[in-house]
């Protein structure tokens, strides 16, 4: 259930805050890839209780968004840089300035991709990455038909995963049907991923993901070429697994 997997995924964050924190005599903390959505949500209030009741620290650490929506710029109640800060990052011993995330308002979408592709190098890589997934398999904004090696860039959101969000707006029209996404080929750098779903509305994605054939078709099979991930699923997001 979700407070189970929120525990597990919650470890995965701590074991690798450990990790940075024993490998860190010259300064460097654990770089965080964080994902929005509300797949995440639970380990996130996993993590700021830990924080407050356990002492567990974040100090030193950077954090990079997956991903974020253009035209939208940080402040924006929708935007996932708000949306972050208000779920995790603000609750926790983050520097502010250290939580980045691809600027949705950039005057050159195209420019600001490569550039955060190059900050993201910059920083030394991810230490851990946490991903959600879609409906069709997407995972960042990697929609059906990315590319496996696929760089951070401008995408056109499907129909589908416009439908999805739809949610969170107040009209169909102010859903944004363009991202900054990070790459397939950008999130497999990371070194750790953990992967978190629920619901049966992901249990196809999740069977693709584990059990079918690495395929642009279901980008999420992208995942199977990394060596350390570890996937969190409720019973009804794995009732496909064979
Ligand atoms: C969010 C992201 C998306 C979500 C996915 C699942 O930063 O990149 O790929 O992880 O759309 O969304 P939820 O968790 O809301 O079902």
New binding site residues.
């Given amino acids: 259930d979700a407070e189970a997997g929120a525990r597990v995924v919650a470890d995965v964050f701590a074991r690798t805050l450990r990790e940075a924190a024993v490998a860190g005599e010259e300064g460097r903390g654990a770089v965080l890839g964080l ?6 949500v639970p380990a996130y209030q996993e993590l700021i209780r830990r924080h407050r009741e356990e002492g567990l620290s974040f100090a030193g650490s950077r954090a990079f ?3 974020e929506y253009v035209g939208l710029p940080a402040g924006h109640p929708q935007s ?1 840089h708000r949306f972050i800060r208000e779920q995790f990052t603000s609750h926790v011993d983050i520097d502010d300035a250290a939580v980045l995330s691809p600027d949705g308002a950039a005057a050159d979408p195209r420019a600001e991709a490569a550039a955060y592709d190059m900050r993201i190098r910059e920083a030394g890589g991810v230490d851990l990455q946490i ?4 409906a069709n398999g ?4 990697n929609e059906p038909s990315s590319s496996l090696a696929s760089r951070t860039r401008v995408i056109g959101l499907t129909r589908r ?1 416009v439908e ?1 969000n739809a949610r969170y707006f107040d009209s169909p029209q102010d859903v944004p049907v363009r991202a900054l ?1 990070q790459g397939l080929g950008t999130i497999l750098e990371a070194r750790r991923i953990v992967l978190t ?1 629920s619901g049966e509305n ?1 249990a196809e994605a999740v069977a693709q993901m584990l059990e079918g054939p690495i395929s642009a078709r279901w980008p999420a099979t992208a995942l199977q070429l990394h060596g350390d991930v570890t996937v969190v699923v409720d019973e009804a997001a794995a009732s496909r697994l064979e």
Wanted: charged fraction near 15%; avoid cysteine.
């Fill in positions: 994902a929005t959505g509300s797949s995440p968004l997956l991903d996932y991903l959600g997934i879609g997407h995972i960042a904004f995963t999805d996404s779903a992901k």
